[in-house]
Structure formats: structure tokens, C-alpha cells
């Protein structure tokens, strides 16, 4: 491994931090290389702060509108750009009208007439970058690593040309060890599951909701007279309104579980969105999931699951982990 490589490992794997910055910051100049040519004159290669920004946004964009990871463990005082972040996030949903999480590589910002406010945020993030992070990244055990040169004033970082090169010929690579690194961060932060899931899924363009239609059979046991009824309200749902839930949010779990899923009301669902459960519901689900597990054939895979999930207690595990 070159030894340039090696300076950009030992500094992503032994960073000091008190928050995410580091991550995004190296992930974004890694990812800017890919687009540096083999066949370029020019012996030095610039990157601007803005369009390091951008990236750095995407990632938390991503991470936040799907899952609202915590991204340090001071939660009365979340990293700057997080709430730079949640802010734009905010406004793309009063303009949409709905919560419905949309990637940010397929968001046109002058649809929902926020090209102003990106804009504001883009900026307002890069500055933090100068003040905060691209300086520190270099630094490490009280030395310095001169893997690139930083002009703050005009706003540019500098590579070699043979330096950008070799972090694109490495870039695989020093994508998983940033990804390693940023969910062992995480998990230090928070108490969801499935985090180094969630992170790969960001990279991977494989956050996909699965239709829920193949647990109707098993839904569908728990009403003798076939009525359908709402989980929440108990009012029988008609078939054009019919939602499936899962009653500790999927943003948290990030998975399709028997256990955690309900038939309610589609309007419902929708209202429902990210918040907590209450306890009555919680204890709801626990009594039904027992009644559920007795109704399934009990040599199927299913109900092997859902069984694992009642001994284990997974309605309350989960949903105290969610509370914190």
C-alpha cells in the first residue's frame, strides 16, 4: 500500500472527534477524485469548498431524512451542519406537502422553489468546513500530515495531481474504511439497529420500502369474520384504505418484521409517521403478537421468527431503545 494511503488510513481509523465532520469531510474529497482525469496537464488539482459541501450535505441528507441518525453524543447540541441540514430538510417538506423521504441525488430544489435557501445552506456549511474540520483532519498524535494544502481565504484545497490519482485508484477502499469508522461513530451515538446497514444502504441507492402485501395472510388471521380492522382506532378499514404500519417506525428499525407490523387506516399511517409509540399501543402489540403466534402453523418460518420475537421481548427492547 503507498505510503500516501497509508497516512489517509491511519488518520480516518484514529481520529479524534466529538462528531461525524471527519467522516463527511474525507468521504467528499475521496468521491471529488473519482472525477479527476488520468490524461490532465495540470500538476496540482483543485477542489472548491462548495462543491465539497454539496457532498457533505448529500451524506447527511441521506442519513438524516431516512433514519435521523444522531451524529454526536451532545444531543442538546447537535453539530452545526446537521442543523443546517435538518433545516433545508424542513423546508423541502412544507413545500412537498408530505414526509415521504426522497434521496437527495433526485431532488431539483428549483421545483419546490428552494434554490435560495440550498444555497444559504451550501454556504453556510462550506464555512463551517473551513473554521472547523479541514484543519483538523490533517492532524493527528500532535503531528501533521501534508496530504493536501488548504487555502482558506479563496476557499480551495489543493492535491498533487499523483496524490488525487492515487485516492482514486484507492478509492474502494478508502470508502470502506470510512464507512467502518463512521458506523463504529454511530453506534457510540446511538441505540438503533442495523447501523452499518444503514450506512452501506446510503452508498448503495438501497433504501427501498418492500411492499408489505405478503404479511396480509398472516395479518389476516387475527380477524375471524374477515373485517379487517384498524389497529389504532379498531374501526373496520375498507380495501382502498388499507395501510400496513410498522408500529415502531421503520426509519428506526429498518427492517420488515411480523412482530412489528399492524393493519391500520391509510390516512393513519401517514399521520403516525416517525413518532414514538405509545405504551398502550406497545402493550397492544405484545398481547397480539402472542394471539398471532398461536394462530400460525407452527412449523413455518414465520412463526418461528415471531415466536424468537415474543421470548425475546422484542416489542418492548426495541421501543425502549427508540425512547432513548
Same mark, same amino acid.
Given at each position: 500500500?503507498? !505510503?500516501?494511503?497509508?497516512?489517509?488510513?491511519?488518520?480516518?481509523?484514529?481520529?479524534?472527534? !466529538?462528531?461525524?465532520? =471527519?467522516?463527511?469531510?474525507?468521504?467528499?474529497?475521496?468521491?471529488?477524485?473519482?472525477?479527476?482525469?488520468?490524461?490532465?496537464?495540470?500538476?496540482?488539482?483543485?477542489?472548491?469548498?462548495?462543491?465539497?459541501?454539496?457532498?457533505?450535505?448529500?451524506?447527511?441528507?441521506?442519513?438524516?431524512?431516512?433514519?435521523?441518525?444522531?451524529?454526536? %453524543?451532545?444531543? =442538546?447540541?447537535?453539530?452545526?451542519?446537521?442543523?443546517?441540514?435538518?433545516?433545508?430538510?424542513?423546508?423541502?417538506?412544507?413545500?412537498?406537502?408530505?414526509?415521504? %423521504?426522497?434521496?437527495?441525488?433526485?431532488?431539483?430544489?428549483?421545483?419546490?422553489?428552494?434554490?435560495?435557501?440550498?444555497?444559504?445552506?451550501?454556504?453556510?456549511?462550506?464555512?463551517?468546513?473551513?473554521?472547523?474540520?479541514?484543519?483538523?483532519?490533517?492532524?493527528?498524535?500532535?503531528?501533521?500530515?501534508?496530504?493536501?494544502?488548504?487555502?482558506?481565504?479563496? /476557499?480551495?484545497?489543493?492535491?498533487?495531481?499523483?496524490?488525487?490519482?492515487?485516492?482514486?485508484?484507492?478509492?474502494?477502499?478508502?470508502?470502506?474504511?470510512?464507512?467502518?469508522?463512521?458506523?463504529?461513530?454511530?453506534? /457510540?451515538?446511538?441505540?438503533?439497529?442495523?447501523?452499518?446497514?444503514?450506512?452501506?444502504?446510503?452508498?448503495?441507492?438501497?433504501?427501498?420500502?418492500?411492499?408489505?402485501?405478503?404479511?396480509?395472510?398472516?395479518?389476516?388471521?387475527?380477524?375471524?369474520?374477515?373485517?379487517?380492522?384498524?389497529?389504532?382506532?379498531?374501526?373496520?378499514?375498507?380495501?382502498?384504505?388499507?395501510?400496513?404500519?410498522?408500529?415502531? %417506525?421503520?426509519?428506526?428499525?429498518?427492517?420488515?418484521?411480523?412482530?412489528?407490523?399492524?393493519?391500520?387506516?391509510?390516512?393513519?399511517?401517514?399521520?403516525?409517521?416517525?413518532?414514538?409509540?405509545?405504551?398502550?399501543?406497545?402493550?397492544?402489540?405484545?398481547?397480539?403478537?402472542?394471539?398471532?403466534?398461536?394462530?400460525?402453523?407452527?412449523?413455518?418460518?414465520?412463526?418461528?421468527?415471531?415466536?424468537?420475537?415474543?421470548?425475546?421481548?422484542?416489542?418492548?427492547?426495541?421501543?425502549?431503545?427508540?425512547?432513548?
Amino acid at each position: 500500500m503507498a !505510503d500516501y494511503i497509508k497516512q489517509w488510513h491511519n488518520l480516518i481509523s484514529n481520529c479524534s472527534y !466529538d462528531n461525524t465532520y =471527519k467522516m463527511v469531510w474525507s468521504k467528499a474529497l475521496v468521491e471529488l477524485t473519482l472525477n479527476v482525469s488520468d490524461s490532465t496537464n495540470e500538476d496540482t488539482v483543485v477542489f472548491d469548498f462548495n462543491d465539497i459541501a454539496k457532498l457533505c450535505l448529500k451524506y447527511y441528507w441521506n442519513q438524516t431524512i431516512y433514519f435521523d441518525l444522531i451524529q454526536s %453524543p451532545n444531543l =442538546k447540541k447537535p453539530p452545526e451542519i446537521i442543523s443546517f441540514t435538518k433545516e433545508l430538510i424542513k423546508e423541502f417538506f412544507n413545500k412537498k406537502g408530505t414526509v415521504q %423521504p426522497i434521496r437527495f441525488e433526485k431532488i431539483d430544489f428549483t421545483v419546490y422553489k428552494l434554490t435560495d435557501k440550498y444555497e444559504v445552506t451550501i454556504k453556510r456549511i462550506a464555512k463551517t468546513l473551513k473554521q472547523d474540520v479541514c484543519w483538523r483532519f490533517k492532524n493527528l498524535e500532535r503531528k501533521t500530515y501534508e496530504i493536501y494544502t488548504l487555502d482558506k481565504t479563496e /476557499g480551495k484545497i489543493y492535491f498533487n495531481k499523483n496524490d488525487a490519482l492515487t485516492l482514486k485508484e484507492n478509492s474502494n477502499y478508502l470508502f470502506t474504511v470510512i464507512n467502518y469508522r463512521w458506523t463504529q461513530m454511530l453506534e /457510540g451515538f446511538n441505540y438503533s439497529p442495523r447501523i452499518s446497514r444503514k450506512v452501506r444502504a446510503i452508498d448503495d441507492d438501497n433504501i427501498r420500502r418492500a411492499s408489505l402485501k405478503k404479511f396480509h395472510k398472516h395479518l389476516d388471521l387475527m380477524f375471524d369474520d374477515g373485517i379487517r380492522k384498524c389497529f389504532y382506532c379498531g374501526k373496520e378499514i375498507a380495501d382502498k384504505d388499507l395501510s400496513v404500519d410498522h408500529v415502531i %417506525p421503520w426509519s428506526f428499525m429498518f427492517s420488515d418484521d411480523l412482530w412489528n407490523l399492524v393493519y391500520c387506516h391509510r390516512g393513519e399511517n401517514s399521520e403516525k409517521s416517525n413518532r414514538l409509540p405509545l405504551e398502550q399501543d406497545i402493550l397492544r402489540l405484545e398481547e397480539r403478537n402472542k394471539a398471532l403466534l398461536q394462530r400460525l402453523e407452527n412449523k413455518s418460518k414465520d412463526y418461528d421468527q415471531l415466536q424468537i420475537s415474543v421470548e425475546k421481548d422484542h416489542v418492548r427492547q426495541f421501543w425502549t431503545s427508540f425512547k432513548g
